[in-house]
T-cell receptor
Framework: GENVEQHPSTLSVQEGDSAVIKCTYSDSASNYFPWYKQELGKGPQLIIDIRSNVGEKKDQRIAVTLNKTAKHFSLHITETQPEDSAVYFCAHSGYSTLTFGKGTMLLVSP | EAQVTQNPRYLITVTGKKLTVTCSQNMNHEYMSWYRQDPGLGLRQIYYSMNVEVTDKGDVPEGYKVSRKEKRNFPLILESPSPNQTSLYFC?????????????FGPGTRLTVL
């Protein structure tokens, strides 16, 4: 599948701070942009997703923004908590396959 | 409980010894997929299946085979494993194509090929 660049690869924040993870993609046919969270020793789990006809979506402390013109999308976590510590993956898809970024390890210190 | 199960969870084997990693889902999902996860490379798709008897290659299919004879099962077969297939493997399923729905991941299978 088409590549997706994800930055940063690691992110350390203090509890209560905000965290932002950014992804860029090249396939203009992509229309689905999910974010997955992977805790240690577990499989990835969907935390939020956005479709190409929407510019922003929010779910409590988590929000995702999408700029289709610039081909980038971002995950925003506000009021971070230690349990937010995990690896986060962005992904994008046309229909049949999902292409993942390389992941961001988020560490939230108490 | 709705889930994706994989077996075994851990496997150490030797080069050339055929092995199968099983994957089963109980959600009546049409779409199933296999990924491998390597440090610094994220998740890469190996094979996927849109429905029974329909399979297709992902980004890294070399050295792997799959079959989809039943809707609930999607085994991953390594006919002649090599050390470069040492990795963490995840099976996933979704109700329809990956581009429209949440994918549910299994717990992972950690494979070491000596």
């Amino acid at each position: 599948g088409e590549n997706v660049e994800q930055h940063p690869s690691t992110l350390s924040v203090q509890e209560g701070d905000s965290a932002v993870i950014k992804c860029t993609y090249s396939d203009s046919a992509s229309n689905y942009f999910p974010w997955y969270k992977q805790e240690l020793g577990k499989g990835p789990q969907l935390i939020i997703d956005i479709r190409s006809n929407v510019g922003e979506k929010k779910d409590q402390r988590i929000a995702v923004t999408l700029n289709k013109t610039a081909k980038h999308f971002s995950l925003h976590i506000t009021e971070t908590q230690p349990e937010d510590s995990a690896v986060y993956f962005c992904a994008h898809s046309g229909y049949s396959t999902l292409t993942f970024g390389k992941g961001t390890m988020l560490l939230v210190s108490p | 409980e709705a889930q994706v199960t994989q077996n075994p969870r851990y496997l150490i084997t030797v080069t050339g010894k055929k092995l199968t990693v099983t994957c089963s889902q109980n959600m009546n999902h049409e779409y199933m997929s296999w990924y491998r996860q390597d440090p610094g490379l994220g998740l890469r798709q190996i094979y996927y299946s849109m429905n029974v008897e329909v399979t297709d290659k992902g980004d890294v299919p070399e050295g792997y085979k799959v079959s989809r004879k039943e809707k609930r099962n999607f085994p991953l077969i390594l006919e002649s494993p090599s050390p470069n297939q040492t990795s963490l493997y995840f099976c996933a399923s979704s109700s329809t194509g990956a581009g429209y729905n949440e994918q549910f991941f299994g717990p992972g299978t950690r494979l070491t090929v000596l």
